[in-house]
């Protein structure tokens, strides 16, 4: 089996149990953990003092409440990163004090509306505070595999231009909370080549290069990465097996529950809100011989891997709701 094409299909529990909880809140990766995921995913930008935090984008103002703040009315602007003009607050104009006087709130209100029940609860955590609760989880495990962590940079060529590079501090996180090492169950992913190669330089964890549009030049890509991160439309058989030719693993997303993200065969009712057949999606794809799977819903999930590799299907303790931080 080469390189990094594990002994089973890994669930990479996306943004946490984002389908349940506000994405990338210690409640959403708590909930991930409780339902057996094998890697918690964090979306990483930088804070206007050089601490990482887990959001999608820079711009907070769709899954914060700052907009609420009229201590930070000015804080609005309008830039460009990566080719694209964005509007809204930056989380490169806050320092973490100020981030974390702020609350976190579902991105899709409309597709998700009970995880609203948390708006105004729950914080923005640092990638620390994610690699604590994951070094919590390993503690109390007594010698279960450890939580996998696998951090994304978000607009890396952006930050390192404004003098935020993030490279250095993703690396130092991992090692401060004992996932620096050879073997540490970690992937670090990127849509930017420039930014894997730059890591490659200063580490041997693996790395991930995201694709969206096209597979492109599997061989250029083995030269620096150890997987692909793949969009659906991207992962036919064909392209799986191309993959696994150049030496990377597969890792496909993203699986939602919802029908607005279902192929309409698996959608049951009419309600865009609705949950469909996902765990019959996920089965399509391991059966082209992916090699692991982003979903918000790590509990079904872990269903359909275990399904489809004839392992016993767990029972999940009730969720221990954390106390946000
Ligand atoms: O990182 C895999 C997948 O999450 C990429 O898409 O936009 O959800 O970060 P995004
Ligand atoms: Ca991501």
Known sequence: MPGYRL??????AHRG??????EH???SYQLAIDQGADYIEPDLVMTRDGVLIARHENEIGGTTDVADHPEFADRKRSQIIDGETMSGWFTEDFTLAEIK???ARERLPELRPQNRAFDGKVFVPTF??????ANDTNRRRDGAPRIGVYPETKHPAHFAGIGLPQELAVLRSLERFDYGGTGSPVFIQSFDP?????LRGMTQLPLVQLLEHELGDLRLIAEYADAIGIAKSLASREGVTAA????LAVHVWTFRAENEFLPDDLKIGNSPAGHGNLEAEIERYLSRGIDGFFTDFPAIGVRARNAAEGAPVPTFPPS????SR
């Open 194 to 198: 420039n930014n894997l190669r730059q």
């Open 128 to 133: 620390d505070e994610i690699l604590q609760l």
């Open 17 to 22: 149990a984002s389908g349940e909880r506000p």
């Open 25 to 27: 809140t210690l409640e």
């Open 7 to 12: 002994s089973k299909v890994i669930v990479i």
């Open 244 to 247: 696994h030719e150049a030496g």
């Open 320 to 323: 221990t709701r954390r106390t």
């Open 101 to 103: 006087t702020l609350r």
